[in-house]
């Protein structure tokens, strides 16, 4: 349910990889295969004396897709942000995305859904389909859906909290939901969040006693909330303008992969960071509206736009046709620090993460993706130990080093 965060964020702004790599493996029937079999090299360098590797890198996250920042890159060009998606994202066709997405909250890891009082709150029975205006009550601080042998409740709180009865109703008869004219404040462990449209408190499999909270909301108003936390909205408008679309696409391609789940993309990383009315920014609110509804689709469907924060010159192949690996001219500029980047890294950290090694004598990179400098990002590589030897891939070096992308090298 809750799903861990496996992307890192850029240097210098809010960009932040987003990574699909477990997504993308759901393949749907007549997608294509994954990328091509990794180029065979032989690169072998040796551990320094004082156990310390300098390593030199390429971009940031996984490449699929469009660049964030050669977005900026190419805006700043003179590029439109159709101009720009269909760059990075060549053969998708232009379309429209109606209706609304269900958005899993993480942040709020208790059962119950807790709510400040808001103009016109109603509370919806969804098993009956019944609504309820929620009265005013002199003195009331929060409202709360809460699950009491394994039925929704509904409370309230003054000095403590009070049951509250809709029509005589001891419980309801199914999940229910909270809507009011405006945003909603919802009080999760962290602190008070404000969401627009509907916060529903679903339960994850029927006859559940728990209860996931879960956003329900217009796409368009849904991508409002995504885009300062994905690209910085102060940004050439066309980039922020190719953000939206990017980030309605992959919703949408996401909501169409199970529309019958109770969420349908959740707010982190994961799928893509998403932050509610509090997260929002007038300039990227304006290229929500510019680009309203637009998306891209391929044969008919909503594409599976992946971005990650920067290619560092090359993109690489993902799961889809669209997702294809070619230079990328807008990468670098003076505004992207991590299009080329330089770190130390420890060899004892890689002898504690794999003791039968014993000490670290060498690493020998043994295939490479084909593109780019020193022959693009690392498939896999050989850890050379006093002891043993060990193969592994060049994202799981990355993830135990903290590298900002697979694409690196070694130096003396």
């Not at 939901?177 to 029927?206: D, F």
């Not at 980030?247 to 998403?274: G, K």
């Not at 590589?381 to 799981?396: N, Q």
């Not at 903290?402 to 694409?407: A, E, V």
Request: hydrophobic content about 35%; glycine content about 10%.
């Amino acid at each position: 349910m809750r799903t861990r965060s496996s992307a890192g964020r850029g240097l210098g702004g809010r960009v932040t990889a987003v990574t699909t790599c477990v997504l993308a493996t759901l393949a749907t029937v007549g997608a294509l295969a994954p990328p091509s079999s990794a180029v065979k090299v032989n690169q072998t360098f040796g551990v320094p004396d004082d156990r310390k590797l300098t390593v030199r890198g390429h971009g940031y996250g996984h490449g699929h897709g469009m660049s964030q920042y050669g977005a900026r890159g190419a805006a700043e060009q003179g590029l439109t942000h159709r101009q720009i998606l269909e760059f990075y994202y060549p053969g998708t066709s232009w379309g429209e995305v109606r209706g609304k997405v269900r958005v899993l909250i993480t942040g709020d890891t208790t059962r119950d859904v807790v709510v400040s009082p808001a103009p016109r709150l109603r509370v919806r029975d969804l098993g009956s389909r019944t609504t309820y205006p929620v009265p005013e009550i002199p003195g009331v601080k929060r409202w709360r859906l809460e699950v009491e042998d394994g039925r929704t409740v509904v409370d309230y709180l003054t000095d403590r909290w009070h049951r509250w009865l809709p029509d005589g109703v001891d419980a309801l008869v199914g999940d229910a939901q909270l809507r009011a004219r405006g945003p909603l404040t919802l009080w999760t462990p962290s602190g008070p969040v404000r969401y627009r449209g509907i916060l529903r408190a679903a339960s994850p499999k029927p006859g559940s006693a728990d209860r996931d909270t879960v956003n329900i909301l217009s796409m368009d108003k849904y991508v409002q909330g995504v885009i300062p936390a994905e690209m910085p909205a102060s940004w050439h408008v066309e980039a922020v303008r190719a953000q939206a679309v990017a980030a309605r696409t992959y919703a949408s391609w996401s909501r169409a992969e199970d529309m019958r789940r109770y969420y349908q993309v959740c707010d982190t990383t994961a799928c893509q960071v998403y932050k509610g009315v509090d997260g929002e920014h007038p300039a990227s609110n304006a290229a929500v509206r510019a680009t309203r509804r637009q998306i891209l689709t391929y044969e008919g469907k909503p594409a599976f736009t992946q971005f990650s924060s920067s290619s560092g010159g090359h993109t690489s192949a993902g799961s889809r046709p669209y997702l294809v690996a070619q230079s990328d001219p807008y990468d670098a500029h003076a505004g992207n620090p991590v299009h080329a980047w330089q770190v130390t890294v420890d060899a004892r950290r890689i002898e504690k993460a794999y003791p039968a090694l014993g000490r670290l004598q060498r690493i020998q990179v043994v295939s490479r993706d084909g593109n780019g400098e020193w022959q693009g990002r690392v498939r896999s590589l050989v850890l050379d130990g006093s002891k043993a030897d060990r193969t592994i891939s060049g994202d799981s070096f990355r993830w135990l080093v903290g590298l900002r992308s697979s694409w690196f090298t070694f130096t003396a």
